[in-house]
């Protein structure tokens, strides 16, 4: 998965994004709002990374200098 990816290139944090329209899910914004959470954690709706159906949302990594 691109989480194990990310995982096997020393990033530390994530995010949640959305398509940031009318049509994303509630649980999807606050999952955005959240902001970086280390790469290991859930989300707040118990989710590592999208995986719904028909969900746009992505999770990026956070690359720190």
């Known amino acids: ?4 990816e ?9 995010e949640w994004l959305t398509a940031n329209d009318e ?3 509630d649980t999807c914004r606050l ?3 959240q ?3 280390p ?8 989710l ?5 159906p028909n969900c ?3 999770v990026s990594p956070v690359i720190s200098n």
């Open 56 to 58: 746009r949302c992505c």
């Open 35 to 37: 902001g970086p959470i």
């Open 39 to 46: 790469i290991n954690d859930d989300f707040h709706h118990g």
């Open 31 to 33: 999952a955005e709002q």
């Open 23 to 25: 049509n994303v899910r």
């Open 48 to 52: 590592q990374s999208p995986g719904e």
């Open 1 to 4: 998965s691109m989480l194990d």
């Open 6 to 14: 990310y995982k096997n290139n020393n990033v530390e944090m994530k």
